[in-house]
C-alpha cells in the first residue's frame, strides 16, 4: 500500500514529514510556492500541484538537478478569471504545457 500525504506549507510538509519518518510517504506540496522555499520542495516532495510560471518552472527544474531528482507537476489554471487568484489564463494553458518540455526534470502527468 502507498501512501501519500499533501500540504500547502513547505514548514508544515517538513515537520510533519520528520514526525512520519518510519513511514514510507511520497508527499505532495499543494498551493502558491514562493521561490525562496524551491530548494526545500525539491528535496523531498514528489507533486507539486501549483505551477504557475516559467520562472518557477525553470528554478525547480535547476535545482532538481542539482538533487538528482525529478518532480511530477500539475499547472494552476485561473478558470474564474478573477485577478485575486493565481493560476495561468485557460488559454495560455497548452503553450504553457508545451513549453515544459525545457525542463526535463518536470514531469506532468497525462
Known sequence: MSRSCGEDEIQEATAKRAALSDLAVGWSIVGHLQTNKVKYLTRFASEFHALDSLRLADLLNRRLEREDR?????????????????????????????????????????
Open 70 to 110: 525529478f518532480l511530477d507537476v500539475y499547472v494552476q489554471v485561473n478558470t474564474s478569471s478573477e485577478h485575486s487568484k493565481l493560476g495561468l489564463d485557460p488559454d495560455a494553458l497548452m503553450p504553457f504545457v508545451d513549453t515544459l518540455e525545457q525542463f526535463p526534470r518536470l514531469k506532468p502527468p497525462g
